[in-house]
T-cell receptor, first 108, second 116 residues
Framework: KNEVEQSPQNLTAQEGEFITINCSYS?????LHWLQQHPGGGIVSLFM???GKKKHGRLIATINIQEKHSSLHITASHPRDSAVYIC??????????FGQGTRLTINP | GAVVSQHPSRVICKSGTSVKIECRSL??????MFWYRQFPKQSLMLMAT?????????EQGVEKDKFLINHASLTLSTLTVTSAHPEDSSFYIC????????????FGPGTRLTVT
């Protein structure tokens, strides 16, 4: 079993819908990252969080340390949000263990 | 935000040759850089941790003699794939820690290596 599991693996939605991507992990962590990978492969760091909730524009990330679970939400989704979203946990010294990614497609 | 560049973005080489990939932090000093590999439709996997002026630390299963890492300055780390084989074809990504906030990890755009 992977240390970091994401669901769903693929998600297709219509423009404007509220999106939720989930991440569960089974190990102790110092922080959790949400990353966005576009078709060309480049990766952008969206959030790093170790407790509670963070918001940046239409993106919201939450983490529950006790339940070892994090969610990434996108409000008012747009086709430009189409990308692979990756959850990664920091097991210490900033060494990241990655989930398999969630491929999000937003149709106009 | 801080910028990390990689060069080249794509490279095709013949089996048996060596390929060097550069990772640069453009506007900050990176105390630590990481090298990752991503096979098609798979997660990124950490290959090694590179600290300036010291030997890289390799993850289990990564051959240090095959993947040579040099972190000669606070803004440059290089990954050399030696005697490349087709199974080394992959997407290689670096990241760097530094800048502001200093705990943030900044990713490069990646290098797609194809070995024929």
């Amino acid at each position: 079993k992977n240390e970091v599991e994401q669901s769903p693996q693929n998600l297709t939605a219509q423009e404007g819908e509220f999106i939720t991507i989930n991440c569960s992990y089974s190990v102790g962590i110092s922080a959790l990252h949400w990353l966005q990978q576009h078709p060309g492969g480049g990766i952008v760091s969206l959030f790093m969080l170790s407790s509670g909730k963070k918001k940046h524009g239409r993106l919201i990330a939450t983490i529950n340390i006790q339940e070892k679970h994090s969610s990434l939400h996108i409000t008012a989704s747009h086709p430009r949000d189409s990308a692979v979203y990756i959850c990664a946990v920091d097991r210490g010294a900033q060494k990241l263990v990655f989930g398999q990614g969630t491929r999000l497609t937003i149709n106009p | 935000g801080a910028v990390v560049s990689q060069h080249p973005s794509r490279v095709i080489c013949k089996s048996g040759t060596s390929v060097k990939i550069e990772c640069r932090s453009l506007d900050f000093q990176a105390t630590t850089m990481f090298w990752y590999r991503q096979f098609p439709k798979q997660s990124l996997m950490l290959m090694a941790t590179s600290n300036e002026g010291s030997k890289a630390t390799y993850e289990q299963g990564v051959e240090k003699d095959k993947f040579l890492i040099n972190h000669a300055s606070l803004t440059l780390s290089t990954l050399t794939v030696t005697s490349a084989h087709p199974e080394d074809s992959s997407f290689y990504i670096c990241s760097a820690i530094g800048g502001t906030p200093s705990y943030e990890q900044y990713f490069g755009p990646g290098t797609r290596l194809t070995v024929t």
